[in-house]
C-alpha cells in the first residue's frame, strides 16, 4: 500500500527550521520562550507581567502570533520594548518559518530573551517546535482542572507550566489535587508556577527563576 | 504557476459529506447542534445543564469530540442518554466523516436532539461543517472580552451564541460592551443568552428557545 506521509514530511520540514532558528537565536545570545495556552488564559497579560516584573534587568523583545489584528502585539508594544507582530491569516499556530521571518524583524544583538506568544490553542501548536528554548505552557482555573488529562500532547511537552488566574479559586469548582496528579503523570516534577495577573501573586518568584535561566543557560 | 489546491479539496469533500449527513438527520427527524468552544469554557457543563432542563420534554443523544479520554462522555452517560464517543487521536477539529460514521451508533429514530460536542478549539473546527443544524458558540467571562476580534472566523460562522459564566463578571475585568460591539460587527443581531451553569441563571431562556427551534424547525 502506498502511503504519503504529509504530515510527518511537513514535521520535519519545520523540525530542520526550528534547529535554524535555534542557531541563529544562540549565535546572538538570545534566550527564547514559547508561550502556549487556550484563548483567554491571559498569555498576554502574563506577558505584561513578566516584562514590568523584568524591569531593566534584561533586555526583551516580543514576538506575537495571531490570526488577525494586532490586539496583543499593542498592549506589549505600549511597554517599550520591540515587537513583531506575526498574523498567520487563519492557521491556528505558529511554525518555525514564521519565526525565522520575524527575526530578521528584531535587534537580536540588543536582546537577552525573546517571548514568542503563540495563537490561542491548546491541540496544534504543541506539534510545531520553533527552535525556543523553553516552552511554556499558561493554564488558568476558570478552564478547568481536566484539562492536562484531555490535552495530553500539550501537557506533555511543555518545559514550564503557569497556573494563571489563582485569584479565581474561590469563585469556581477547581480540583487542585486532580489537576496536579494529571500534570505529574504526563510531566514529572515539572516546573510549576501558580500566579495572579491581578493581584501580582507568584510573577516575582517565575521571574527569579526565569531570570536564573535566562542569565546561565542551562536549557535542558 | 501550479497550485495545488489541497486545502480546498478537503473542504469541499467535507461539505458533501456534511450535506450527507443532513440528509440522514432529517430523514429521522433529529434536529442537531454543533457545540464549539475555547477549551474550558464550559461545553460540557453547559450541555449537562440543557439535558437536565429539557428533562422529558425531548429525547437527547450526544457525540462526543475529543482527542483523548472519555471524561465529557462519561460525565453525560451518567444522565442516561445515548452517546458515542469519537477520539480524533490528536486531530483538533470533528469533521464531517466523523460524525458519519458515529451516526450508525445512535438510535436515531428515537431522537429529538442530538448534541454534538466539537474539540474544545476557537480555530480549526470553525472550517469544517458536520451537518448539523445550528453551530452553538461558548463563550465564558474568563475568557476576556476581546475573543470575537482575535478569533473572528468562529464567531462569524456561529449562529447562537452562549456567554457563559456570567457569575464570574464581579471578579474578572470584562468589559461586555466591547464584547457585544465585536459580535454585533462579526454576526449582526446574533441569537445570545448569558448563562451561568452554577446559578442556573439563563438556561431557562436557552432552552425554552431551543425547544420552539427543534419542535417548529426553520433552521436558516
Redesign the interface.
Known sequence: MARIPVVQNILSANAALASDVRGRLDASGVFALNMMA???A?KTSFITATIRALGDSLRVAYVDG????T??AERIDALGVPVVQINTG?A?HLDANMLSLALPQLPLDQVDLLIVEN??????PA?FELGTHLNVLIA?I???A??P?????MYRGVDVLIVN?I??LP???FDLGYFKRGVEVLSPGLTTFEVSC?TGDGIQAWVAWLKERVTHGSPR
Open positions: 487556550s484563548p483567554g491571559g495571531d490570526i488577525e489584528t490586539i496583543d487563519g491556528c495563537v490561542g490553542n491548546l491541540v496544534c506539534e488558568s476558570p478552564e478547568g481536566d484539562k488529562y484531555k490535552y495530553p500532547t488566574k485569584d479565581l469563585y469556581v469548582p491581578t
